[in-house]
């Protein structure tokens, strides 16, 4: 074998290896937690109850959340699915929730939502859906999510956000992304753990 191509060969796979590792660090952190991407700030938005949810209901609890909007027909059964798994999974579990934001809040009003629910089948038992101002929806979604706000309902992010007990950002997660999926349930209980 040609000692220049075993030598190209070997370095390749040395950078190969490399990144992977670079690549796990950066999905880990550092000292092997998942990375904190943001914080949520304080926010006041209204549940399917006519209650005031508020960031202080997602304090002490592993959250995830998503968006939706209660004419949709798109995305938001396949978002919906996944949340049921998810509850279904961890349904024992006090100090984990499920969250759902509509980004339709002029249209999709608290009875609105409760009809929603209950055409859908949904357990509200840990899983809150919310709506009210378009301003607060934008700045939970923009500002401490991360997500982007579209003036269409109809094109609104396909993922998942894991929050952890104190109010951190510490997972995005896309339906389109099969490995990101599956890596969430992991997640959620490395979060439990911490």
């Known amino acids: 074998m040609n000692k220049s191509f075993l030598t190209f060969t070997t370095v390749l796979g040395l950078l190969a290896v490399g990144s992977m590792v670079v690549a796990i660090g950066m999905r880990l952190g550092s000292d092997g937690e998942i990375p904190v ?3 949520v700030s304080p926010f006041q938005l209204t549940d399917q109850d006519q209650q005031t949810f508020t960031a202080d209901d997602l304090e002490g609890k ?3 959340i998503d968006f ?7 995305l938001c059964p396949r978002l919906s699915k996944e949340m049921t798994l998810l509850q279904k999974r961890f349904d024992r579990l006090e100090d984990f929730q499920l969250v759902s934001v509509s980004v339709d809040p002029e249209n999709d009003t608290a009875e609105k939502i409760a009809q929603f629910i209950e ?3 949904i357990d509200t038992k840990n899983w809150d859906l919310l709506t009210g101002s378009k301003e607060t929806v934008r700045q939970l979604m923009v500002e401490d999510l991360k997500l982007p706000m579209v003036e269409d309902p ?3 992010a396909d993922r998942l956000i894991l929050i952890d007990r104190n109010l951190k950002v510490r997972g995005s997660y896309s339906l389109s992304n099969e490995s990101a999926m599956s890596r969430l349930p992991r997640d959620v209980r490395r979060l439990i753990k911490e």
Do not use: A
């Open 154 to 156: 109809r094109l609104h």
């Open 62 to 64: 592993v959250t995830v």
């Open 37 to 39: 991407i943001s914080n």
């Open 119 to 121: 055409l859908h089948g």
């Open 68 to 74: 939706f909007f209660t004419q949709c027909t798109g």
